[in-house]
């Protein structure tokens, strides 16, 4: 239903692609959403333009040397933009009483604080750091139902899934056999698994139906990023791993797919535009102009599908895996997964490592027991991971 007030939106990773995506569609309906909070990590200068444009009340930089120099360029453009900087400012902030809406865009574990900040404050949380529910899993779930917080799924694939079930989410477990998310097999779904070794950064990013952060980009082309998607569907939708099937669909048409009881399968379909599964979040139950274009099936030759290769995208498979380990093995193969792309990109590992390092992690390092009790026991874990998968990406190198 419309409110008569414009709602208060903040946005975690205001200049990455899915900030600016946000606030493309956001532009398109100024009656309905004001921005109220932008934040970024290191860019500067975009953050200044998008404070300057939006007037938002506070813009966070969580590193102290960027929000000095933000906080200065804001002073001499005559802004009343407030900077806020500090380990804290992203929860304080995600959290703040007159927020009604926080868009969850940062990239990485970094996003699980001002996640379960949101959630525990009752607003509506959308999610597109996928990185933050892999993590947080039953825990971040807690805080959402802890907080009466309503989560609603950016991510494409799981906004289709969403999208194609009803309202009510008690009706949703005696609805669904399974579901299926479709993947694009990314820009390396033909090449030969033999030269995977020879792959640069600058191959992996070019994906072939999104253009989107170099991270994603990364772990579309290894696959990865669906194997984090397998596990975010599993807290989103409460499903058993074997209810969550990955199909690849090269064209990127239809966004997943829900298969029910009855053998029944409802699809959600749509151009490649990530504004589309944003505007349903902002206006959920609503929905409203998005700024896409019309799906022209006449244009297609067809829609095809395969099966995922375990020889080409061994990575998809540890989805599963980690899902079927102790709990907190999904933190332990992001938190692997977060440095072998890193060190990829940065050129100290090669692209058929990485997931040897996700491997090796998830087998060597099993969380004890606790360890997902609370944010800080996560985040431990976190942590011990990242420094065993620097050791062991030291020991490869590229
Ligand atoms: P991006 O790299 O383009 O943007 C990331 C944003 O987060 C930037 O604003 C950056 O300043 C900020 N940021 C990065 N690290 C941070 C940190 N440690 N603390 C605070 N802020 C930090 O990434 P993206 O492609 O927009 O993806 C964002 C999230 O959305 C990811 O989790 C990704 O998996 C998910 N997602 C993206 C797409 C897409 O089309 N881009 C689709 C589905 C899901
Ligand atoms: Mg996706």
Known sequence: TSTSRPQRICVLGSTGSIGVNTLDVLARHPERYEVFALSAMS??????????????????????????????????????????????????????????????????????????????????LLLANKEAIVVGGALFMQAVEQGAATLLPIDSEHSAIFQCLPEDRRSWAQRIDHIVLTASGGPFRQRDPATLAEITPEQACAHPNWVMGRKISVDSATMMNKALEVIEARW?????????????????????????????????????????????????????????????????????????????????????????????????LNAANEEAVEAFLNKRLRFDQIHRVNLQCLDELPPQAGECLSVDGLLGLDARVRRHAQGLIAGLGA
């Open 43 to 124: 860019r500067v200068e975009d953050l200044l333009a998008q404070c300057l444009r939006w007037r938002p009340r506070f813009a966070v930089m969580p590193a102290a040397e960027p929000a000095a120099r933000l906080r200065e360029l804001l002073r001499e453009q005559g802004s009343r933009t407030e900077v806020l900087d500090g380990a804290d400012s992203l929860s304080l902030i995600a959290a703040h009483p007159d927020v009604d809406m926080v868009m969850a865009a940062i990239v990485g574990a970094a996003g699980l604080s001002p996640c379960l900040a949101a959630a525990k404050a009752g607003k509506r």
């Open 236 to 332: 989103l939708f409460n499903l058993a791993p074997e209810q969550i099937r990955v199909l690849i669909h090269p064209q990127s048409i239809i966004h997943s797919m829900v298969v029910c009881r009855d053998m029944s399968v409802l699809a959600q379909l749509g151009t490649p535009d990530m504004r589309v599964p944003i505007a349903y979040g902002l206006s959920f139950p609503e929905r409203i102009e998005a700024g896409a274009s019309r799906l022209e099936l006449e244009k297609l030759a067809a829609l095809s599908f395969e099966e995922a290769d375990e020889k080409r995208f061994p990575g998809l498979f540890l989805s599963w895996r980690a899902l079927r380990a102790a709990e907190g093995s999904t933190a332990v």
